[in-house]
């Protein structure tokens, strides 16, 4: 069965950095855009970063210069980097994975079929 499995969410202070995994198994069809989403309670899920299977890779503005996106096709792991995170940075963030490269362009969760559980980020000032 396939399955999305994020770590390495945690508590850190403002300035701080982080960085989480998304670890793909089972039989995902096709994978050509992998992205990070987040949460914050009462809030809507937002794109944050997307990296498409050939290596492109996009962000949300508010993240841009601070995060970075990664993937290791030989490990089926995406990574998040989180650098200078704020408070507002505050969420569950989830990894998810859509069969067409569009989506990391576009950046709707409606275009993702496929979701991890979600590993929580939080920054205190």
């Known amino acids: 069965q396939a399955q999305l499995v994020e770590s390495g969410g945690g508590s850190v202070q403002a300035g701080g950095s982080l960085r989480l995994s998304c670890a793909k198994s089972?039989?995902?069809?096709?994978?050509?855009?992998m992205g990070w989403f987040r949460q914050a309670p009462g809030k809507e899920r937002e794109w944050v970063a997307g990296?498409?299977?050939?290596?492109?890779?996009y962000y949300d503005d508010s993240v841009k210069g601070r995060f970075t996106i990664s993937q290791d096709n030989a490990k089926n792991t995406m990574y998040l980097q989180m650098n200078s995170l704020k408070p507002e940075d505050t969420a569950m963030y989830y990894c998810?994975?859509?069969?067409?490269?569009?989506?990391?362009?576009?950046?709707?969760?409606?275009?993702?079929?496929?979701w991890g559980q979600g590993t929580q980020v939080t920054v205190s000032s």
């Open positions: 998810a994975s859509s069969p067409g490269w569009a989506a990391c362009l576009r950046g709707r969760r409606g275009d993702f079929g496929y």
């Open positions: 089972g039989d995902i069809y096709r994978s050509d855009c």
């Open positions: 990296i498409t299977d050939g290596g492109v890779k």
